[in-house]
């Protein structure tokens, strides 16, 4: 992306909170006060833009401040349904709006059409949430069947796609209205930024209003974090590809290895959703997978604790490798075993991710 004036091969960075008029009153390109906007987060909006093949593109301050925005768009009392099992604060949040009555919700065991089928109210249900792969057990949607489900009932879909980047997924090519991502994760893969963005084709009814509640919240990626952003951008192909290679010969090599009663990773023919992930996920099945560890209770923490190369901390989609014990950081209620470790494989050479969790194993047995 080339800086028009300077012909730079890196985009400029603007930080700027607000952008003078010209010697009419006019707005030069369109930027008023950064709440709402600014050059470089627009960049960063038209490279997402490409990459997922939409119209329309929005960059927020996180993640769940995107999604925040999608429902916030819904009217007062919409309908809304969404997995089980997903990303534990975004359900805690839609738990919490349905509390107070400003949805109604539902939710359903994901992966599972049935299950979505009979939770969707024709002509009730405004929003059918599904995130594929899921956080816990990386289970599968098939996101074009889900759109024709929503799509029957007068809903619109939306997909959490941040463990499928654009370069294996692209969400709204399947059928679905909103592609939304951490961007925190693999698009920036650096772990250096909080981001969320929002995806869709052009004349989605809701999204001139999402904008307006970007605008209102002061959710908007500011400039430097976008300028990152684009930096991480530059090598979301390269950095997906190896952590999924990684990740398919480390599933493999532990998987039936004594000590680990199940590798959950769409790429092995053992996981429910592999047909589908097969075919929904052109570029490989990424990093993110969890082990079941066999063993005494309190095993997983303990090796969770015992590793050296992959460090202890939540989030991923980054160049470093990472593990949970998930039920530590999610707490109970979201369907979480105790035996089960969530690790973000990244770009490190695999034998030195093997060689620690099989120290790990070794010093928990
Ligand atoms: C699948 C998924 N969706 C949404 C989010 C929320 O994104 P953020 O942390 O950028 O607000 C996360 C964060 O971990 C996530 O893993």
Redesign the pocket.
């Known amino acids: 992306m080339l800086d028009s004036a300077s012909g730079a091969v890196v985009p400029a960075m603007h930080s700027a909170s607000t952008f003078a008029r010209d010697e009419n009153y006019e707005l030069r390109d369109g930027f008023v006060y950064s709440r709402y906007g600014s050059p470089t987060t627009q960049q960063g909006e038209d490279v997402i833009k490409a990459l997922e093949g939409a119209d329309e593109t929005l960059l927020f301050n ?4 995107a ?1 925040v925005a999608v429902v916030e768009s819904l009217p007062m009392g919409a309908h809304v349904v969404a997995q089980s099992m ?2 534990h ?2 359900l805690n949040w839609l738990n919490r709006q349905a509390t107070r009555g400003v949805i109604g919700f539902d939710s359903f065991e994901a992966g599972n059409l049935e299950a979505l089928a009979a939770v969707i109210k024709p002509g009730v249900t405004k929003l059918v949430w599904i ?1 594929t792969p899921a ?1 816990g057990d990386w289970s599968i949607t098939d996101i074009a069947a889900a759109a024709d489900l929503a799509h029957a009932a007068g809903a619109i879909l939306m997909v ?1 796609s ?2 499928a980047p654009p370069c294996t997924t692209r969400p709204l090519e399947l059928g679905a209205d909103i592609s939304f991502h ?4 693999y698009l920036n893969g650096h772990s250096d930024l ?3 963005v929002l995806s869709a084709r052009a004349g989605l009814p809701i999204w001139e209003e999402i904008r307006t509640v970007r605008g209102f919240q002061g959710t908007t990626l500011p400039g430097f974090e976008a300028w990152l952003l684009i930096r991480g951008l530059r090598t979301l192909y390269i950095r997906y590809k190896t952590a999924s290679d990684n990740a398919m010969q480390f599933a493999r090599h532990f998987e039936g290895l004594d000590g680990i009663s199940a590798v959950l990773y769409p790429g092995l023919s053992s996981h429910a959703g592999h047909a589908v992930a097969a075919r929904q996920m052109t570029a490989g099945f990424g990093g993110m997978m969890s082990l079941l560890v066999d063993g005494p209770k309190g095993r997983a923490l303990a090796m969770a604790k015992a590793a050296k190369v992959f460090i202890p901390a ?3 989609g980054g160049v470093e490798s990472l593990i949970e014990h998930r039920l530590s950081v999610s707490g109970e209620g979201y369907g979480i075993p105790e035996n089960l470790l969530r690790l973000s494989i990244g770009i490190e050479h695999v034998d030195d991710l093997i060689t620690d969790i099989e120290q790990a194993l070794a010093a928990t047995a």
């Open positions: 996180s993640g769940m401040s999604t997903m990303y604060i975004g995130e956080n959490d941040t463990a951490s961007a925190t994760k909080t981001a969320g939540t989030s991923l």
